[in-house]
């Protein structure tokens, strides 16, 4: 089991953008389909992005598309999360996620998570 660590999280205007990396610090994510949810304050845990091991094919939510964009290199053991024209609705902990089972992108399809990191989107 992989432990995952997030960062690259923070405070940024409304327009800007982000990159959030997720990495294993032991073990390899190579056999893992990867994801990134987030939760914001008052609400349930929603899925914004997934990739699959082949690195090309790719599930966001319909709220990120144009916007967000969901990669990994496998050799650096690390998903990243770039996250461009930020709004303020977007301030939530953001967590990354490691899953073995296909058919879903829900929560319960997914084995290993990291701790999440804050980004924080001001007007």
């Known amino acids: 089991q992989a432990p995952l660590v997030e960062s690259g999280g923070g405070l940024v205007q409304a327009g800007g953008s982000l990159r959030l990396s997720c990495t294993a610090s032991?073990?390899?994510?190579?056999?893992?389909?990867m994801a990134w949810f987030r939760q914001a304050p008052g609400k349930e845990r929603e899925f914004v992005a997934a990739?699959?091991?082949?690195?090309?094919?790719?599930v966001y939510a319909d709220s990120m598309k144009g916007r967000f964009t969901i990669s990994r290199d496998n050799a650096k053991n690390t998903v990243y999360l770039q996250m461009n024209s930020l709004k303020p609705e977007d301030t939530a902990v953001y967590s990354c996620a490691a899953g073995l089972k296909l058919g879903s992108v829900a929560p319960q399809f997914f084995d290993y998570w990291g701790q999440g990191t804050q980004v924080t989107v001001s007007s």
């Open positions: 990739i699959w091991r082949d690195g090309y094919t790719t």
């Open positions: 032991s073990g390899t994510i190579s056999e893992y389909r």
